[in-house]
């Protein structure tokens, strides 16, 4: 088990993904966050307060879950629980920021990109997330990547966030057994 | 939690804590249907197969619409308008229906035990859509979820259901459900309307409706079922309304909070006034609406569940 970023370190990745959703969305006009379950909706929610306490500006966050979406239950024989979505903004015309915790076969992404599509037209869609590991099986690209990890996929990332975990934190461990 | 069943056949089978998860997975699914685009493409590729030996308009257009919701396949099958009608069985109907390769079949039919039957016979999940006057599992789940959506809670509270408790899949499924999940279940039935040794259930016996109903969270009318009955058991239909109807007087009787609920389909002015039915306590439009999450959970988690009995 190796770390990647203590609670200190992951607060400047916070204010500089924050500060970049800023620089590109110049006075954050008709944005909104929405956070992918589970991870993915305390990121959101980091991000919502930051923008609030040091740009003074408020915007609506939805959560967003993946399952009915998702392209393996095709082949699975046992659908996941279902958690509910809960975005209670029009997504029309709006400047959609998902945010997830790790970006790795892009087939979350995917998911939920077809997710939001299926409650509106956005007028744009941008992807937030906390690391990049690499590997993709899809043609799929963050806007703002917390960290850049070079892994193998034996290896497996560990994004803890406090208001689920306990702690703010990343690490890396070699735990994970290759189909 | 995992959810292992093929089939949902009865509330009397299912532990408390399945009632629960399926009531929670509802819960998940109901946001789907305030929705502009109210469809969601999970269930693509799956076929469901209503098949229904007997009249109804609520329960399977809600199962029709949930499994569109999540993208399957529909096809309805009615004994009157099919080959039931030239001397098919029961059997081969189904065995028929297996041959188009279906996932889930729907199943009413007026003999007690026929979804049981269905459920041995048929690779697909079967789910009973009421089966003779044994259960209608999904009406009871679709209540209890209005319950709790109105309520908060079922444990505690005190439910009254009235009416041909006898004749009622309703009332048993929902006397089972119920009583699992810890509610205080009185019934009110003419006397040749109530089962014998019904409080063997757990459930107790109102005396006086009117003055019972001052302690009700919850009033359940039941349909008076003239197609069930092989003799009259009460002289006339006003004569029931009478006695045994819930008429607009009682209203003021009840608890600022309490709730009206009803099964459908309604006979106005019989079981139920028109003013009751009507009123702001009454519930029955949304049972219906809760309706499809309620069927769209089941349709997923009997999908999802690997296939397994």
Request: charged fraction near 30%; glycine fraction near 6%.
């Given at each position: 088990m190796k770390l990647i970023a203590d609670e200190n370190q992951l607060k400047w990745i916070y204010e500089r993904l924050a500060a970049e959703i800023i620089e590109r969305n ?7 966050l929405v956070g992918i379950r589970t991870r993915g909706v305390y990121i959101a929610e980091k991000l919502k307060d930051l ?10 966050k939805g959560i967003l879950d993946i399952t009915l979406y998702r392209d393996d239950l095709s082949i699975s024989t046992h659908y996941p629980e279902l958690k509910?979505t ?10 959609i920021i998902l945010v997830d915790d790790v970006l790795y076969t892009g087939r979350t992404v995917r998911a939920a990109l077809d997710a939001i599509m ?6 744009t869609i941008q992807l937030c997330v906390l690391v990049d590991r690499g590997h993709r099986e899809l043609p799929i690209q963050a806007d703002y990547v917390g960290k850049r990890i070079q892994t193998s996929k034996k290896e497996r990332i560990h994004v803890k966030v406090k208001e689920y975990d306990g702690k703010d934190e990343i690490y890396i461990s070699e735990n994970v057994k290759l189909k | ?309």
């Amino acid at each position: 088990m190796k770390l990647i970023a203590d609670e200190n370190q992951l607060k400047w990745i916070y204010e500089r993904l924050a500060a970049e959703i800023i620089e590109r969305n110049k006075g954050m006009e008709n944005c909104a966050l929405v956070g992918i379950r589970t991870r993915g909706v305390y990121i959101a929610e980091k991000l919502k307060d930051l923008f609030k306490e040091k740009y003074g500006v408020d915007i609506p966050k939805g959560i967003l879950d993946i399952t009915l979406y998702r392209d393996d239950l095709s082949i699975s024989t046992h659908y996941p629980e279902l958690k509910s979505t809960e975005i209670d903004f029009s997504v029309d015309d709006k400047n959609i920021i998902l945010v997830d915790d790790v970006l790795y076969t892009g087939r979350t992404v995917r998911a939920a990109l077809d997710a939001i599509m299926d409650l509106g037209r956005p007028k744009t869609i941008q992807l937030c997330v906390l690391v990049d590991r690499g590997h993709r099986e899809l043609p799929i690209q963050a806007d703002y990547v917390g960290k850049r990890i070079q892994t193998s996929k034996k290896e497996r990332i560990h994004v803890k966030v406090k208001e689920y975990d306990g702690k703010d934190e990343i690490y890396i461990s070699e735990n994970v057994k290759l189909k | 939690m995992k959810f292992n069943r093929k089939d949902l056949v009865s509330i009397r089978d299912l532990t408390k804590e399945e009632i629960e998860f399926i009531l929670e997975q509802a819960q998940s699914f109901k946001e789907i249907n305030e929705r502009v685009i109210k469809k969601v493409p999970t269930l693509r590729g799956k076929t469901v197969v209503t098949c229904f030996y007997e009249p109804s308009t609520r329960t399977r257009l809600s199962f029709e619409v949930a499994a569109k919701r999540l993208s399957a396949d529909t096809l309805n099958f009615s004994a009157s308008t099919s080959s039931v009608k030239k001397g098919e069985t029961f059997l081969d109907t189904l065995k028929n229906i297996e041959a188009l390769k279906s996932d889930v079949v729907i199943i009413r039919h007026p003999a007690s035990g026929a979804t049981k039957f269905a459920s041995k016979i048929l690779k697909a999940s079967v789910v009973n859509a009421g089966d003779g006057i044994n259960e209608h599992p999904t009406q009871a789940l679709l209540d209890a979820f209005t319950i709790l959506e109105k309520k908060g809670r079922i444990k505690g509270l005190n439910i009254i259901i009235a009416g041909d408790i006898l004749h009622s899949r309703v009332a048993r499924s929902n006397i089972f459900l119920l009583t699992k999940l810890g509610a205080n279940v009185k019934v009110y039935a003419p006397p040749m309307m109530m089962p014998r040794d019904i409080e063997k259930t757990g459930v107790k016996i109102v005396k006086d409706f009117r003055d019972e109903i001052k302690e009700a969270d919850v009033v359940m009318m039941l349909r008076v079922q003239l197609e069930r009955q092989n003799k009259a058991l009460f002289p006339s239909i006003r004569e029931y309304a009478k006695f045994f109807g819930f008429k607009k007087e009682y209203l003021e009787n009840l608890k600022n909070d309490a709730i009206i609920m009803h099964p459908g389909p309604m006979n106005r002015g019989v079981e139920i006034s028109s003013e009751v039915a009507d009123s702001d306590k009454s519930v029955i439009l949304e049972q219906v609406e809760n309706g499809i999450a309620v069927r769209m959970a089941i349709l997923y988690l009997l999908i999802g569940s690997g296939g397994e009995s």
